[in-house]
């Protein structure tokens, strides 16, 4: 089955940074989209980033100007460079991926990606 690992994450002050990444098992097919979710407690899971290996990088209103999505596509990766965290950031956060290529208009659609990291928890304190 295929599984997602994610490393990075933990406790960070407000004004910090943290680098979350997110890799494939071995023998898993190439994917073109690759995002992030975030979960906070009380919440719905909300959508973070996306980048497609086809071409487009998208941001969340909430992400923009403070994260950044990159890939590694040799190595079938996904990161997700967080700076200037806020405690409204705590949350716990998933990666997510498909091989087919989401739409620009659906790359929020949690529907849309069909393997899911373990998640991993995102704590900022004030």
């Known amino acids: 089955q295929v599984q997602l690992a994610q490393s990075g994450g933990g406790l960070v002050q407000a004004g910090g940074s943290l680098r979350l990444s997110c890799s494939p098992s071995e023998g898993t097919p190439r994917y073109d989209t690759m995002g992030w979710f975030r979960q906070a407690p009380g919440k719905e899971r909300e959508w973070v980033a996306t980048t497609r290996r086809s071409g487009g990088i998208y941001y969340s209103r909430s992400a923009k100007g403070r994260f950044t999505i990159s890939r590694e596509d040799a190595k079938n990766t996904v990161y997700l460079q967080m700076n200037s965290l806020k405690p409204e950031d705590t949350a716990v956060y998933y990666c997510?991926?498909?091989?087919?290529?989401?739409?620009?208009?659906?790359?929020?659609?949690?529907?849309?990606?069909?393997?899911w990291g373990q998640g991993t928890q995102v704590t900022v304190s004030s």
């Open positions: 997510a991926a498909n091989i087919i290529r989401v739409i620009t208009s659906a790359v929020g659609d949690q529907q849309m990606y069909r393997y």
